[in-house]
């Protein structure tokens, strides 16, 4: 391999093995995702491999800076958000990765939304932790926060309702 094609070439055989193993323990299991992080030459690459399939929205009601001083390449899209029934006019905001959710910023810290804040676009709502990075969650609507199914601290499972907000037009 020329030093040209170096720096492109980041996946050796070890890792492709080790995608393949992962794809055949998703496909033969009843996992619904399963997260892979490696880091090779101070570089981390971060693979989630999901059974279900995304509903991909523009990348500007998603934030992957993390909250700490940590280096992230993660790359989160969030879901749309959807309204629950016909009748309800709250849309959810929906976990775009399972990890842990929290309600502040940091421990101590007051809540980022209550039920009854007014929000808008971009707002950041929670953050959950995945694989330790901090990951923001935006808000892909504006109005009222007016549920909140999340409890702060415990796991959220992929596409889990988090947040109902009362959207305002």
């Known amino acids: 391999m ?3 094609n ?3 070439y980041f996946l050796d055989e070890i890792t492709i093995n080790t995608l393949k193993v992962l794809i055949d323990i998703l496909e033969k299991s009843s996992l619904s995702s399963i997260h892979y992080e490696q880091e090779s030459n101070g570089v981390r690459y ?4 999901s059974k279900e ?5 523009s990348s500007k009601n998603f934030s992957s800076t993390p909250v700490s001083d940590q280096e992230s390449f993660a790359e989160l899209i969030p879901s749309s958000p959807e309204r629950i029934s016909e009748k309800s006019s709250l849309y959810w905001v929906r976990s775009p990765l399972v990890g842990t959710a929290y309600s502040a910023s940091k421990p101590g810290a007051s809540s980022l939304v209550n039920v009854g804040d007014h929000v808008t676009v971009g707002a950041p709502l929670l953050i959950i932790e995945a694989m330790k990075v901090m990951n923001i969650i935006k808000s892909p609507v ?7 199914s999340f409890s702060d601290g415990h796991p959220v499972e992929y596409d889990e309702p988090l947040l109902g907000i009362e959207a305002t037009a």
């Open 6 to 8: 170096k720096e492109f």
């Open 46 to 49: 971060y693979v989630e491999l």
């Open 53 to 57: 399939p995304r509903n991909y929205l």
């Open 142 to 148: 504006s109005g009222c926060v007016r549920k909140i």
């Open 2 to 4: 020329n030093s040209s």
